[in-house]
């Protein structure tokens, strides 16, 4: 895994009739992302820092299990141990500081949690070369560094609709996401690169000053309009009417995404695909590798594809559904990474072959889930109260995280008892089931984010009238 209706809007049509015109010269469509980029210099800024932060994370995704396990001699339990801090935070904390970050500047928690990222990673290489690193240690640095990504996160994705124009936020989306999956793609190549010539620890000193780059980024953009409120019932300029007062307005933010429909859908396909799609995986290394003779080099480079996909998915999720309408459009990638994966456990094949087959289907997956993406992110930021987009954001990051680690544990229970292979088709066929909530009739009209936000604005007004 719709505008603010505030009421003065153009309407859709006319919006994207402006919005198509503005990107028209000599009568050739030009990229809407790139043409955000190229004409809007807060934005820019904004998404270079963003491009180096994910270039840098890259390299800390593969240096620090190799510094756990090379630089301090360490065994799986330890590996484990330390890439499990960095998440934690995640499951943890995302609800509560969804509700803290409310009525925040955005803009100072992201640049102080960048700062404060690249400071504690700083400490890995000094650590080491100073002979005090230990595992406990690590664990502690990478803890805190998933505290702050994750205050980050959140933050990030109510500051991007403040940052460029409700017409231009899908694009804007598109060009973050697409920087990021080229990183995904080709950051563990560098990263290993660069651990080969200078080693691990000193390879982490790359994200520290991705981080910098990022707050420098942030600090020299401009948003367009203040998304702090300093109350909860405060009714502010981008609010549909929704009240936030109540006894627990820590629970905001969930009952913000299990009233609105179109919310809801997102939300229970997003939990519910993050916990089967671990039965599915954790299964599948598992039959390919174990007994279908797949060599692991290959099923390295087959599992990449889905990388390749998901920059595929993301350059054509505007055209697409400008082509097909938002819902349909929804429905197109939902077939490509729900439904497609049934197929890994159907081919009696074995080494490359099964791997050929693998890489094919993890590349469709990676267009849908690539197109996903950005029609997800746009969605919930549109159809989120501007005033509640934090809030909303850590409800929605601790449903999502929450599912992951009972769908491993599944997973576990599943492979032991009914065996790898068809873990794998239990896992893909819960894929399917987590993309029914997503096919109603109403969604699948829906034409685009402006549509849908207008739908939720409707509705909302109809369950206070």
Same mark, same amino acid.
């Given at each position: 895994?719709?505008?603010?209706?505030?009421?003065?809007?153009?309407?859709?049509?006319? /919006?994207?009739? =402006?919005?198509?015109?503005?990107?028209? @010269? %000599?009568?050739?469509?030009? /990229?809407?992302?790139?043409?955000? &980029?190229? !004409?809007?210099?807060?934005?820019?800024?904004?998404?270079?820092?963003?491009?180096?932060? =994910?270039?840098?994370?890259? #390299?800390?995704?593969?240096?620090?299990?190799?510094?756990?396990?090379?630089?301090? /001699?360490?065994?799986?339990?330890?590996?484990?141990?330390?890439?499990?801090?960095?998440?934690?935070?995640? &499951?943890?904390?995302?609800?509560?500081?969804?509700?803290?970050?409310?009525?925040?500047?955005?803009?100072?928690?992201?640049?102080?949690? /960048?700062?404060?990222?690249?400071?504690?990673?700083?400490?890995?290489?000094? $650590?080491?070369?100073? +002979?005090?690193?230990?595992?406990?240690?690590?664990?502690?640095?990478? #803890?805190?560094? %998933?505290?702050?990504?994750?205050?980050?996160?959140?933050?990030?994705?109510?500051?991007?609709?403040?940052?460029?124009?409700?017409?231009? *936020?899908?694009?804007?989306?598109?060009?973050?996401?697409?920087?990021?999956?080229?990183?995904?793609?080709? +950051?563990?190549?560098?990263?290993?690169?660069?651990?080969?010539?200078?080693?691990?620890?000193?390879?982490?000193?790359?994200?520290?000053?991705?981080?910098?780059?990022?707050?420098?980024?942030?600090?020299?953009?401009?948003?367009?309009?203040?998304?702090?409120?300093?109350?909860?019932?405060?009714?502010?300029?981008?609010?549909? +009417?929704?009240?936030?007062?109540?006894?627990?307005?820590?629970?905001?933010?969930?009952?913000?995404?299990?009233?609105?429909?179109?919310?809801?859908?997102?939300?229970?396909?997003?939990?519910?695909?993050?916990?089967?799609?671990?039965?599915?995986?954790?299964?599948?290394?598992?039959?390919?590798?174990?007994?279908?003779?797949?060599?692991?080099?290959?099923? %390295? *480079?087959?599992?990449?594809?889905? +990388?390749?996909?998901?920059?595929?998915?993301?350059?054509?999720?505007? @055209?697409?559904?400008?082509?097909?309408?938002?819902?349909?459009?929804?429905?197109?990638?939902?077939?490509?990474?729900?439904?497609?994966?049934?197929?890994?456990?159907?081919?009696?094949?074995?080494?490359?072959?099964?791997?050929?087959?693998?890489?094919?289907?993890?590349?469709?997956?990676?267009?849908?889930?690539?197109?996903?993406?950005?029609?997800?992110?746009?969605?919930?930021?549109?159809?989120?109260?501007?005033?509640?987009?934090?809030?909303?954001? !850590?409800?929605?990051?601790?449903?999502?995280? !929450?599912?992951?680690?009972?769908?491993?544990?599944?997973?576990?229970?599943?492979?032991?008892?009914?065996?790898?292979?068809?873990?794998?088709?239990?896992?893909?066929? %819960?894929?399917?089931?987590?993309?029914?909530?997503?096919?109603?009739?109403?969604? *699948?009209?829906?034409?685009?984010?402006?549509? $849908?936000?207008?739908?939720?604005?409707?509705?909302?007004?109809? !369950?206070?009238?």
């Amino acid at each position: 895994m719709g505008s603010r209706a505030s009421g003065q809007r153009n309407s859709p049509a006319s /919006d994207q009739r =402006s919005n198509h015109a503005s990107e028209q @010269r %000599g009568g050739r469509l030009r /990229d809407p992302s790139w043409t955000l &980029l190229r !004409g809007d210099r807060s934005f820019r800024h904004y998404w270079l820092g963003q491009s180096a932060a =994910s270039a840098g994370a890259q #390299f800390t995704t593969v240096a620090i299990p190799l510094v756990t396990a090379i630089a301090l /001699d360490a065994g799986p339990a330890a590996v484990s141990l330390v890439a499990t801090a960095g998440t934690l935070p995640y &499951l943890l904390f995302a609800l509560l500081a969804g509700h803290l970050l409310h009525g925040r500047d955005q803009k100072r928690s992201m640049i102080a949690t /960048d700062l404060l990222q690249a400071l504690l990673l700083a400490q890995i290489p000094l $650590a080491w070369v100073g +002979g005090w690193l230990t595992v406990p240690l690590l664990a502690a640095i990478t #803890f805190a560094s %998933g505290c702050c990504a994750l205050v980050f996160g959140l933050s990030a994705f109510a500051f991007v609709p403040a940052l460029v124009r409700d017409v231009h *936020l899908a694009a804007a989306n598109r060009a973050v996401q697409g920087s990021r999956t080229v990183t995904e793609i080709s +950051g563990p190549g560098l990263a290993g690169l660069l651990i080969s010539a200078a080693g691990a620890p000193a390879a982490v000193i790359v994200t520290a000053v991705g981080h910098l780059a990022s707050a420098l980024g942030v600090a020299t953009s401009h948003p367009r309009e203040r998304l702090a409120v300093s109350t909860d019932a405060a009714p502010g300029a981008h609010s549909r +009417g929704s009240s936030t007062s109540g006894r627990l307005p820590i629970l905001t933010g969930l009952r913000i995404l299990f009233t609105q429909p179109h919310l809801r859908a997102l939300t229970i396909h997003a939990a519910t695909y993050n916990a089967t799609e671990q039965v599915l995986v954790l299964n599948l290394i598992l039959w390919a590798v174990r007994q279908q003779d797949v060599d692991p080099g290959a099923y %390295g *480079l087959a599992l990449a594809a889905a +990388g390749v996909g998901g920059l595929v998915g993301t350059l054509t999720a505007l @055209r697409l559904a400008d082509r097909c309408g938002l819902g349909r459009a929804f429905a197109l990638s939902l077939l490509a990474s729900c439904l497609v994966p049934v197929l890994l456990p159907a081919w009696p094949l074995t080494g490359w072959a099964l791997a050929a087959v693998v890489a094919a289907v993890m590349l469709v997956r990676g267009v849908g889930e690539g197109n996903a993406n950005v029609y997800s992110v746009t969605m919930r930021q549109q159809l989120i109260p501007r005033e509640e987009l934090t809030r909303s954001a !850590g409800a929605y990051t601790q449903v999502m995280y !929450g599912s992951i680690p009972l769908g491993a544990a599944l997973a576990g229970v599943v492979g032991e008892s009914l065996g790898a292979r068809t873990g794998v088709l239990l896992g893909a066929i %819960g894929l399917v089931v987590s993309a029914v909530p997503m096919l109603t009739p109403t969604f *699948l009209r829906l034409r685009s984010t402006t549509t $849908a936000a207008a739908a939720g604005s409707a509705a909302g007004a109809a !369950g206070t009238a």
